[in-house]
């Protein structure tokens, strides 16, 4: 068995968990079950794929390992960002051809598609569609900006190029040089999306349980049979949507594919609640925000005017006190206004990261379909795969998908390197400095 993931840190939520109503009522797995797809995992990936097979008319069974939400798809920042952390257009479509031309169309739409299913379905989810920028922290990086928003526009997405002056009138601050703005992405209460997803597809006709772990899943018989603590499932079709957790619960349940990923650990911080000055004064438009550092600066409002931000610690001790301490001079040195910061919330999760920044996306025999590597970008990309697989399942040949799809690499030495991870804070702050 994995090292069960922790939910919140040293007994305090996260702010979606404290404000979010509960998800359904999601029994434990009992006896055997046929059905026509069983999706392992609901999360953004495994209900998008959920809600899409039943809108076919394809019987569904979902397997969570704890509840709706539960792990990273529940514990983000909520930023929907329709591009991917390092790659950019140009870069996918050199390396797939076909395949990365249909996946980029697929990732330039995937906010949309987020903000559009949770409007037709009446989700309260907290959506605003406010767009996405990405700010320049040193003037050498403005050419980071210029490249994407060149390799964007000519895809068709809604994206504009902003000087030093219009990123300091969208930010509130004059820190950054210029920078990025997609105006399709936002923000969201993660878990309230979940959630909400979760009561969806319920309502739908979706077969949903929770606290049932997938322990183990093979084909034979002309089917997959799926494994948990108390029952099992047959299905013609089986999609593995655990991403950064495939390992969490079995190690046994996908470990070629659990070993291609690294689990980082993320902190996610909520602060007090902000004045209306200070609302006016920073992130004005209310747009989510994450800019170049590698050590990540990212910032959004929630729908109680608190700042969501986060960061990251190289060695585990005091987490929550030094954080504060730490991302509170952040925030002070970005808007000086603001002044000294107090966070009420913070909290963590895991993200799942791949050596070059690209997500696994697998064919595991007929009618088998997994990823995983969301790198930081797993909100609007997590629905866009869940259509793509229900797509998939439906009959889409694997050439028409908008799935780059490969065979699982699992990384050598995938322990020691989940262990030494952390530290590549130090080389990434080590690259901040330097001007491009």
Known sequence: MGTRPTQSTAGIPSIWSAVTPPGPDCPALQGELRTDAVVIGAGFTGLSAALHLRQAGAEVAVLEAADPGWGGSGRNNGQVIPTLTRPDPDDIEARFGAAGERFVLMLRDSAALLFDLVARHGIPAEAEQTGWVQPVHSPGRIRIAERRHRQWLARGAPVELLDRAAVGRMTGSDAWYGGFWNRSGGHVNPLALARGMARTVTALGARLYGRSPALHYERRDGAWHV?????????????LATNAYTDAFSGELAPRIARQVVPVLSWQMATEPLDEAARRAILPGRQAMSDTHGELYFARHDARHRLITGGNLLIPLRERA???????????RLWPALGAVRFDYVWNGYVGMTDDFMPRFHALGPDGWAWAGCNGRAVALSFAVGREFARAVGGTPSDQLALPLTDPRPLPLRNLVRRIAPWMLLRYRMLDRREL
């Open 227 to 239: 494994r948990t603590p108390g029952g099992t499932v047959r299905a013609r079709a089986l999609i």
């Open 322 to 332: 030094r954080l504060s301490a730490y991302i509170g001079r952040r925030l002070e």
